[in-house]
């Protein structure tokens, strides 16, 4: 398998930074920058980093199901996550998820036909203190109203969205 | 960048370069008092180094409060193997969001203070685990250490020290137990994060069976001003054996949610009513999560306490890692409590097996009532069930799920006893007639 020459660096800058014969601590960070580039984890890569990191298919395999932030399948373009936590649920995180799902025509984990967006009802994600808050792959948006859900459905659909913390 | 406006109640000793323009660059870090500790300590032996944390009465950010200086002091420094200093910033805890700020304003900041305790078990090598979520923040702290390389704070002969010492990023992928630092440990290895039987602690065999100094991001943030201004000057910010500032994480029914750095000891409903404006629309205030989702709930009555880790484990409570939830009088109790455990019983690693089924348990109980179709026994039954799992778990997980549930049946039992008033109740299906 070949990788963006960024990854490359990455990957290759991640082995160095572990003590000799411990590669196998590189397996998590790859496989979720991978997952980044090539959507999810497939059993390719797998094998491929099992290879460079110098440890089985099956030592690799069976983390996967251990992080939530690892998919087999596929994602949407657009992965929207949202905290329904404590913190969010007493700002109306709930009522939040629930317009979230009819609006979208989505249920937990479910991607659009299209493959633009998929939603999942995620656990805390830190920005507690500006609940509710959602994540759109690895932006986080603080304060969402469902208007201003809406609002970032719309610039998704649109291809305005941009990429930026707010 | 802040997300909220500060307050002029807080004492900023650890955030006050979130204002700075371009707080995440190392020149605005040198401009302002950077790498000043890093200098005094390097003339100092780690026996002296230790006795100024002991002095400061440093206590652990993360949740359990351990004393900084005593941990440091339990790293063996004649083993022959190399050592490791790792900085947890997993945070995960739901209520808790300082490490974010930390990282993304100040990273230089957590650079010195790993650097500082590098220095003391003279390490050569440190990891900061990242949540895999934070990816911005991986960018942002990179960046940073990149910088800290190019200027001789990083890397080979550190200031004309001699001592040598790397340091990395290494990202989690989502799981709450790699906040537990035995799992952390794991999952650094590369594997499943299930926690380890302890003793042996990290500080003895931690990160690849060598001595590890584990500490939060918060913690290691905190110690560049220690040696900056004295252990005794931050010991007298706070209460005794509580010293110093924390980064305490207000959420929920409050008029300004936000990150507020506080003495500790300051006291806990002043938090809520001066420095927050208050619970919103001018209701009530019910109950006060204290120290993040694992710590049992205070009735609004018992909110008048110092907030420092010994004030909060009097009440039967704890600090935790600061993230105080605030609940106003409308709050349904039970869909807190169930909200809670559902948390819990998603994050259980399953590797013992009273918090795999125990959490499991619990939600279904806790679903069930939550639906109205709860009976009177349940209520005994969830109390019962989570007592039944304290302290019976590699780690604290399962005391973490396990405590709040219990809190909230205690302190709320009416509540759950209106539940069944208002709750429709279980119809038995009519019995046919035999034909």
């Known amino acids: ?166 | 960048m802040r997300y909220n406006e500060p307050s002029p109640l807080e004492q900023m000793i650890i955030s006050y370069r979130f204002d700075l323009p371009n707080p995440a660059s190392i020149d605005t870090y040198l401009a302002n008092d950077g790498y000043v500790a890093i200098k005094k300590v390097l003339g100092m032996t780690p026996e002296a180094i230790i006795d100024e944390l002991k002095v400061s009465s440093l206590r652990g950010r993360g949740g359990a409060g351990f004393p900084t200086g005593m941990k440091w002091s339990f790293v063996p420094r004649n083993t022959g193997k190399p050592t490791y200093v790792i900085c947890n910033s997993d945070e995960s805890e739901p209520g808790t969001c300082k490490d974010r700020l930390l990282m993304e304003n100040d990273p230089h900041q957590l650079i010195e203070g790993m650097l500082i305790a590098g220095w003391t078990i003279k390490s050569n090598k440190g990891y900061i685990f990242i949540r895999g979520e934070y990816r911005y923040l991986i960018d942002i702290v990179d960046r940073a250490i990149a910088e800290a390389y190019q200027r001789g704070y990083l890397g080979k002969n550190i200031l004309g020290s001699g001592w040598d010492f790397d340091l990395y990023t290494h990202t989690g992928a989502g799981a709450y137990e790699c906040g537990e630092e035995s799992a952390l440990l794991e999952s650094l290895e590369g594997k499943r994060g299930i926690p380890r039987l302890k003793p042996p602690f990290p500080a003895v065999v931690g990160a690849f069976q060598s001595p590890t100094i584990l500490n939060n991001c918060e913690t290691y943030s905190a110690i560049p001003w220690i040696f900056r201004n004295g252990g005794a000057a931050y010991a007298a910010l706070g209460t005794p054996k509580n010293g110093g500032t924390r980064l305490v994480c207000v959420s929920g029914h409050v008029n300004k949610p936000g990150v507020y750095e506080l003495p500790m000891g300051f006291n806990l409903l002043r938090i809520v009513n001066e420095v927050c404006g208050g619970v919103r629309n001018g209701k009530k205030l019910k109950a006060i999560i204290p120290g993040g989702s694992s710590s049992p709930v205070l009735r609004a009555d018992e909110c008048d306490i110092p907030y420092d880790f010994d004030s909060l484990a009097k009440a039967k409570t704890m600090a935790g890692s600061g993230g105080v939830v605030v609940l106003d009088e409308d709050t349904d109790i039970v869909a807190v409590a169930l909200r809670t455990i559902k948390f819990y019983a998603h994050e259980s690693c399953g590797w013992c097996i009273p918090c795999r089924e125990g959490t499991n348990w619990l939600k279904k109980i806790l679903s069930r009532y939550h639906e109205g179709f709860g009976d009177e026994s349940d209520i005994d039954l969830i109390a019962e069930l989570a007592n039944n799992m304290l302290g019976r778990t590699f780690c604290a997980l399962g005391d973490a799920a396990a405590m709040p549930t219990a809190g909230f049946v205690a302190k709320f039992r009416n509540e759950f006893e209106d539940y069944l008033k208002k709750s429709p109740r279980f119809q038995p299906a009519p019995e046919l007639a035999v034909v």
């Open chain 1, 1 to 166: 398998m070949t990788f963006s020459p960024e990854l490359e660096a990455r990957f290759a800058k991640l082995l160095n930074s572990y003590p000799p014969g411990r590669q196998r601590s590189a397996v998590v960070p790859m496989l979720l920058y991978a997952q980044d580039e090539i959507g999810c984890v497939t059993q390719e890569l797998v094998e491929e980093v099992a290879h460079r990191c110098g440890v089985t298919a099956l030592q690799v395999d069976e983390v996967i199901g251990y992080y939530s932030m690892l998919h087999r399948k596929p994602l949407g373009k657009y992965h929207v996550q949202i905290c329904t936590n404590i913190a969010c649920q007493a700002v109306g995180a709930e009522d939040l998820w629930a317009h979230a799902c009819k609006n979208l025509q989505l249920g937990n984990k479910e991607v659009s036909p299209d493959g633009l967006i998929s939603l999942e009802e995620v656990e805390c994600i830190g920005a507690c203190a500006w609940a509710p808050a959602i994540q759109i792959n690895y932006d986080f948006h603080h304060q969402v109203t469902p208007e201003k859900f809406d609002r970032l459905m719309q610039a998704l659909a649109d291809r305005t969205y941009s990429a930026r913390p707010s």
